[in-house]
Structures are given as structure tokens and as C-alpha cells.
């Protein structure tokens, strides 16, 4: 199958990021979300960040025109119609994205490959919905998109062969470099790096040291780009407590339990950088 039309679902941080880099790499890209707002604000995070490119002299005026051309703004799944590849990047909840599954299982033609930018959540359930579970997988970007060069795939129980090597190739042509990784709660990225969130959460809780320190300690001593705690405010921390749970739910293991200082922080709307506070203050 010759991919030439992909539709992202979900226009926020991580569904306006893969398509920019779906439109980059020169397919013709539907960023789809449910309301107009939504759709016109993503495309204003795609902008600027072209725009950026273009000052920086990484990118010719005409080059970010073509991009920005290639993409069509929708507010209708029915468009997906017209979709040879789909990747839903709308909220971390089973029941919404089993929702859009099901519709667009109804609405895409039959070659279409469903693929889930899920963090954490089980394919082979997301599949399960569909009449098409060999054509469904799992393809999990890092945040920020055009930066980070990691794509997690996830098989499900059921994905097919061919499925998995196109949505590889398809990875490779976005620029990013794919991870082939079963389908276990957390997968590899978040099972490893939520637990060390979580312990920096914890370590503030238990007054260890201050948030400042803590990421200090894993900046100068580990090499990190960013600290926990900073990181845990740059994903959000509503994200963190799910995937947590998540992992706790799935593995039934207290060693995945979340820190209760970090449900605090969630139940008054300290989401991080998103909601302007979390572990830090932001303006
Ligand atoms: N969108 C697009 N480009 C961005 C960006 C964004 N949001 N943020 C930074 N950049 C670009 C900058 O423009 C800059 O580009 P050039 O090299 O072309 O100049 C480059 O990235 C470096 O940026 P900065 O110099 O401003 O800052 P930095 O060197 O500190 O890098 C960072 C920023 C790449 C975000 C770095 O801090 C980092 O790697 N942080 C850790 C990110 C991380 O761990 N991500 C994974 C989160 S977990 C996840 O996503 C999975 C999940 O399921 C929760």
C-alpha cells in the first residue's frame, strides 16, 4: 500500500506535532479534532514552529508554504474517509478513544491502518473494537514531536506482519527512528520513566529535598536535559497520574503505586505547564 493520505486525531501537543512532521515529510495530512478552535490552534503551534525553522535558516519560506499547504484542517471523522493512515492523539481515556476506533473502523476504507499514539493504554483492547483488529497498532511519539527521534510501535495480539513493517517504514519517512515493543501496560518508555518520576514526587512529598534540588541532582548527576519534577510539569501531571495508574492497574504491583502528593497537585487543577502551575510556577 502506497500511503499518501494520513489523518491525525487530536490537535493538541502531541497530534499538531506528528502532524507536522506527517506534513514535513510530504503527505497530505488531515489534523482533525472536535471543534474548530481546537484545529486552528494546532495549526498555530505547526506555524510558529515553522516559522522558527525558517528564521533559524533550517527551512526556506517556500518549503514552509508546501508544508503548510499539504495540510486541511477537519472537524468530521467522515473525513477520514479519504484516509490511507489514521493516529488518534486525543486523551489518554479507553472509552473516548474506543469511541473514535469504532467510527472510524466505520468510516475508513478498507486498506486504512488505525494506528493509537497511546502512552500506555492496551492496543489489543483498542482493537478489539474494530472489525479490523489486524490493521490496528500502536505508534507512540515523544514529546515534542519535531524533536524527539523515538517512535515506541506496538504490536497487538492481533496486528499483521505487513502492518507492522509499513507503519516502520512510515516512521523512518517522518524522520524518526522506530522501537519495536509488545504490548504490556506502560510499554517500555513510560514503565521506565514514570517510576522515576513518581520517586521524585515522592521525594518531595517526604521533604527529601526541594523540587529545585531534585532536579538539579538528575541534571548535573545523570545528565538529564530536564529534571523529574520539571519534566513530570512539561508532560503534565494528570498524564503522570493515569499512566501510574495505569501501570498499577495492569501490573497489580505496590512498586507502581502514585504518590499521593501528586494526586494532590491533580485534584487542584496543579496540572503543570499546561494549567500554569504544578512543581513550579509558570507565567
Ligand atoms: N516544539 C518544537 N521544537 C522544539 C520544542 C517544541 N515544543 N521545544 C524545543 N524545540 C526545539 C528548539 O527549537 C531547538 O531547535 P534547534 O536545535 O533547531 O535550535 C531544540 O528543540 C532545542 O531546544 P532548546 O535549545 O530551546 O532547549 P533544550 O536544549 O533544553 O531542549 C528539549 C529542549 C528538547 C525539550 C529538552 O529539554 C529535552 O530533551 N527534554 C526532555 C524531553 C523528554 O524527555 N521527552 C519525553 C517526554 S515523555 C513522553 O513524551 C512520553 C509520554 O507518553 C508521556
Given amino acids: 500500500m502506497n500511503v499518501q493520505t494520513i489523518m491525525v486525531i487530536g ?12 506534513a514535513q515529510a510530504g503527505f497530505r495530512v488531515y489534523l482533525n479534532d472536535v471543534q474548530q478552535p481546537f484545529v486552528e490552534r494546532g495549526l498555530a503551534t505547526i506555524t510558529k514552529n515553522l516559522s522558527r525553522n525558517v528564521e533559524k535558516g ?10 503548510l499547504s499539504r495540510l486541511v484542517l477537519s472537524t468530521d471523522l467522515a473525513d477520514a474517509a479519504d484516509a490511507d493512515f489514521v493516529i488518534e492523539a486525543v486523551t489518554e481515556n ?19 491502518i488505525l494506528a493509537s499514539n497511546t502512552s500506555s493504554l492496551p492496543i489489543t483492547e483498542i482493537a478489539a473494537v474494530t472489525k479490523r483488529p ?52 506502560g510499554f517500555v518508555s513510560n514503565r521506565v520513566l514514570m517510576p522515576m518520576l513518581n520517586e521524585a514526587i515522592y521525594c518531595v512529598y517526604e521533604g527529601v529535598a526541594t523540587p529545585e534540588a531534585i532536579d538539579e541532582v538528575m541534571k548535573l548527576g545523570m545528565n538529564h536535559p530536564m529534571g523529574p519534577l520539571q519534566l513530570a510539569d512539561f508532560i503534565g501531571l494528570d498524564t ?24 494532590k497537585y491533580v485534584k487542584a487543577g496543579w496540572l503543570g505547564k499546561k494549567s500554569g502551575r504544578g512543581f513550579y510556577v509558570y507565567n
Fill in 11 to 22: 490537535a493538541g501537543q502531541m497530534g499538531s506535532g506528528i502532524a507536522q512532521v506527517a
Fill in 240 to 263: 503522570c497520574l493515569y499512566i501510574m495508574e495505569v501501570l498499577h492497574e495492569g501490573f497489580g504491583d505496590s512498586k507502581y503505586r502514585p504518590c499521593p502528593l501528586l494526586r
Fill in 134 to 185: 489486524e490493521k490496528v497498532i500502536g505508534m507512540h511519539f515523544m514529546n515534542p514531536v519535531p524533536v524527539m527521534k523515538l517512535v515506541e510501535i506496538i504490536r497487538g495480539l492481533q496486528t499483521a506482519d505487513e502492518v507492522y513493517q509499513l507503519t516502520e517504514d512510515l516512521s523512518k519517512q517522518m524522520g524518526k527512528v522506530p522501537v519495536s515493543v509488545n504490548d504490556f501496560p
Fill in 94 to 112: 479507553m472509552a473516548v478513544k474506543t469511541a473514535i476506533f469504532s467510527k472510524l473502523d466505520e468510516v475508513c476504507p478498507p486498506h486504512a
Fill in 58 to 67: 533550517k527551512l526556506s519560506e517556500d518549503d514552509k508554504q508546501a508544508i
